[in-house]
């Protein structure tokens, strides 16, 4: 069964930094590509950042670029999103998906994330 | 950017319903490849989306087959023949042929 399981979540300041995590398993990661989707508050779902499966090439949104790194350990099963220089419109649900022939066929149950001083 | 538009923004239907909802995107979503990176998902309240459909018409394998998508280029539906009351929630189209992928604003599909 394929599991996707978030962390590294919750409240920070406007300008900070925070890394989220997703282990994966169930499946071989390393032949796949991953994605990080999140969704504010009662909002609708924006797509955020993209990673190859070897890590080799990533794709940003440009509202992040520059801000936020995606990256991946596949000895550990593991995708990150490091960000930094938080903003307000940041604040936000982060999922983590599995990226496979441009659809995200898996997603994790989400981690909140909110920059509020 | 990819525009998605979908419509309606909600549907109040009974158990048994046939539903419609309708996604266009603001460019064609074929791809060069010759494949359509056109798909459907599902949030039911309080959870992270599931997958429902990709490529267009194809269905995944849980997916119960009252559920049919279709369309091209530009224009593109998602069918239920009968609703039932586990299909409630909102449904997005989104487009993953052209970067960004973006995700069009939902359709909320309530039960009368």
């Known amino acids: 069964e394929v599991q996707l399981v978030e962390s590294g979540g919750g409240l920070v300041q406007p300008g900070r930094s925070m890394k989220l995590s997703c282990a994966a398993s169930?499946?071989?990661?390393?032949?796949?590509?991953m994605a990080w989707v999140r969704q504010a508050p009662t909002k609708g779902l924006e797509w955020v950042a993209t990673?190859?499966?070897?890590?080799?090439?990533?794709y940003y949104r440009d509202s992040v670029k520059g801000r936020f790194t995606i990256s991946r350990d596949n000895a550990k099963s593991t995708l990150y999103l490091q960000m930094n220089s938080l903003r307000s419109e940041d604040t936000a649900t982060y999922y983590c998906?599995?990226?496979?022939?441009?659809?995200?066929?898996?997603w994790g149950q989400g981690v909140m994330v909110t920059v509020s001083s | 950017d990819v525009v998605m538009t979908q419509t309606p923004v909600s549907l109040s239907l009974a158990i048994g319903q046939p539903a419609s909802i309708s996604c266009k995107s603001s460019?064609?979503?074929?791809?060069?490849?010759?494949?359509?990176?056109l798909n459907w998902i599902l949030q039911r309240p309080g959870q992270s989306p599931k997958r429902l459909i990709y490529?267009?018409?194809k269905l995944y394998s849980e997916v119960p087959d009252r559920f049919s998508g279709s369309g091209s280029e530009t224009e593109f539906t998602l069918k239920i023949s009968r609703v039932e009351a586990e299909d409630l929630g909102v449904y997005y189209c989104w487009q993953g042929t052209h970067f960004p992928y973006t995700f069009g604003a939902g359709t909320k599909l309530e039960l009368k």
């Open positions: 490529q267009v018409s």
């Open positions: 460019q064609s979503l074929l791809g060069t490849s010759g494949k359509t990176f």
């Open positions: 169930g499946f071989t990661f390393s032949n796949y590509g």
């Open positions: 998906t599995r990226e496979y022939r441009y659809n995200f066929d898996y």
């Open positions: 990673i190859s499966y070897d890590g080799s090439s990533t």
